[in-house]
């Protein structure tokens, strides 16, 4: 079995991604792993050259200034690193995205149990959305309880805003890709990120969506949309914790939540009541026949 890894950046270190330790947690899973590496304002590129390790592809690329719509400039750069991706399994990383060590093994023993059935095309994640400091997360609908981020490498698809998969079935007509669980989460702290970074992301990079965002002023969420987070952060990330992410977050029991939020509110009773998950799911799980072991 061969893993390619792949990722783009562009400004990592001055919008505050943790993208080296988001490539160094990957890394023990990878045969390969590629950065498209936009034009930077920053040291982003130096960064990925001082990583020790001959796995990594450095692809350095333009990005298209006057695609505005939707993000789409994201899946172009996504998409320049998939196709050089030359493994069994293309797996996938953002820049503020990190595995844990402890569950390297489960992500490798699911990419060999899933190898040779075809009808199994990606492997979805859980997601631990870290909110306002590492000691919170996001656990409302609005956020993604799971994603795809390993894709086999055999197959046509491509990502029509860089956050998901679409397979293309004839070359006709796309669908999410068929799926089977990891059972393993990815870390996610894009929005623990200290303020400062917030605020020069939120100025360079809503373009690429078709607005500007306005100047990022803080945290703020819904309070019922909050959980405290009493686990353990990847070992890799824990030195970018301590330095470049917001420790003075504080709830606001002031706010009023807007009404999307308070949509969001009432999705959770009903997963409440009826037992069941509301979330935004960007696969279809396939049925897994069980081994005979006879």
């Known amino acids: 079995m061969k893993v390619s890894g792949y990722t783009f950046i562009r400004n990592g270190a001055l919008l505050g991604y943790p993208f080296v330790e988001s490539i160094k947690s990957a890394l023990p899973l990878c045969d390969e792993f590629i950065v498209a590496v936009g034009n930077s304002d920053d040291n982003t590129l130096a960064l990925l050259q001082d990583i020790d390790s001959d796995k990594i592809i450095i692809l350095q690329t333009q990005w298209n200034e006057t695609m505005q719509d939707r993000g ?10 998939q196709y050089n991706c030359t493994g069994d399994w293309a797996f996938y990383l953002e820049g503020d995205e990190v595995l844990h060590e402890a569950d ?6 699911s ?18 959305h870290f909110f306002g400091s590492p000691q919170w997360l996001a656990i409302s609908p ?15 698809t491509w990502a029509p805003d860089g956050l998901f998969f679409v397979v293309m079935d004839k070359n006709k007509h796309g669908r999410y890709p ?10 996610h702290y894009g929005h623990v990120r200290n303020v400062a970074a917030m605020r020069e992301k939120n100025q360079r990079v809503g373009k690429y969506w078709g607005h500007h965002h306005p100047l990022f002023e803080g945290y703020k969420i819904d309070r ?22 917001e420790t003075h977050f504080i709830i606001d029991m002031n706010y009023q939540p807007t009404k999307r939020e308070l949509k969001h509110r009432w999705m959770m009773k009903l997963e409440k009541w009826l037992g069941i998950e509301l979330s935004k799911k960007h696969y279809r799980l396939a049925s897994i026949e069980p081994k005979d072991n006879n």
């Not at 390297?104 to 023993?109: H, P, V």
């Not at 068929?178 to 870390?187: D, F, G, K, Q, S």
């Not at 019922?224 to 992410?245: C, D, M, R």
């Open 72 to 81: 789409f400039v994201y899946a172009q750069q996504k998409m320049i690193a």
């Open 104 to 109: 390297i093994d489960t992500i490798r023993n």
């Open 111 to 128: 990419m060999l149990m899933h190898l040779n059935d075809e009808k199994i095309e990606a492997l979805v994640f859980d997601y631990k």
């Open 142 to 156: 609005g956020w993604y309880r799971h994603a795809p981020r390993i894709i086999r490498n055999n197959i046509r």
């Open 178 to 187: 068929y799926a089977a669980l990891v059972n393993a989460p990815i870390y």
């Open 224 to 245: 019922q949309a909050l959980t405290p987070f009493y686990g353990s952060h990847p070992k890799i990330v824990q030195n970018w914790l301590e330095n470049e992410a």
